[in-house]
């Protein structure tokens, strides 16, 4: 009994993790954004965040910090749509909201997020905005360089779906353990069942 009660409390856990990976990268797959904007001092840079047009309803933000849970909002749809030198316009037809980033400072090299306000757990993903140190009025260009924070964003993203690998091959090992467990446990029980009728008849 005791070694089937830690067999379902492995259980129970490994489901817990599973569920929780796999939404994850499932919210995680519904906001897609560069991973990587370069802008220069005195200019601008233009992010789509491209969303699944099932949140076309749903507030949209651009916000400020290198950690999310941290970080500050800087615009909001329906509100907030514009700041001294930001802007964000919602296409819901095209399912995409864009913000535009002007008169460019080095302040503003940081991490950003683009997110979706939702019940419960926001979706959200990230927007690494680098700023040069040369001065000009055109707009940046994307560029696919990434910085340490970018790495360990996507060593993330790939650590994810090892665990998640992981955990379901757990969750079938249990499911196998606790199968044969039990069919041993049976096979027992009908193995006294008969000793003891042997005794009776004999």
């Known amino acids: 009994m005791r070694t089937s009660g830690i067999s379902l409390g492995f259980f129970n856990a490994t489901v817990f993790c599973l569920f929780w990976l796999t939404k994850h990268a499932v919210d995680s797959a519904k906001l897609s954004a560069p991973e990587v904007v370069t802008g220069v001092i005195g200019g601008s840079v233009t992010v789509h965040c491209q969303y699944d047009r099932q949140f076309r309803n749903y507030t949209k933000y651009w916000c400020k910090g290198l950690i999310y849970e941290a970080c500050k909002i800087v615009v909001k749809t329906p509100k907030m749509l514009y700041s001294e030198r930001h802007s964000i316009a919602d296409d819901k037809e095209a399912g995409v909201f864009t913000v535009t980033m002007t008169s460019l400072r080095e302040s503003d ?12 757990r926001n979706t959200r993903t990230g927007v690494r905005l680098r700023i040069s140190d040369t001065v000009i009025t055109t707009t940046a260009a994307t560029t696919t360089a990434k910085t340490p924070e970018e790495v360990e964003i996507s060593w993330w993203a790939t650590l994810r779906w090892i665990l998640f690998i992981l955990m379901l091959c757990c969750l079938v090992s249990t499911h196998i353990i606790v199968w044969r467990i039990k069919a041993a446990g049976k096979t027992q029980l009908q193995h006294e069942v008969q000793y003891q009728n042997t005794n009776i008849y004999a």
Do not use: E, L
């Open 109 to 120: 090299n940081d991490m950003y997020w683009c997110v979706i306000a939702r019940h419960g």
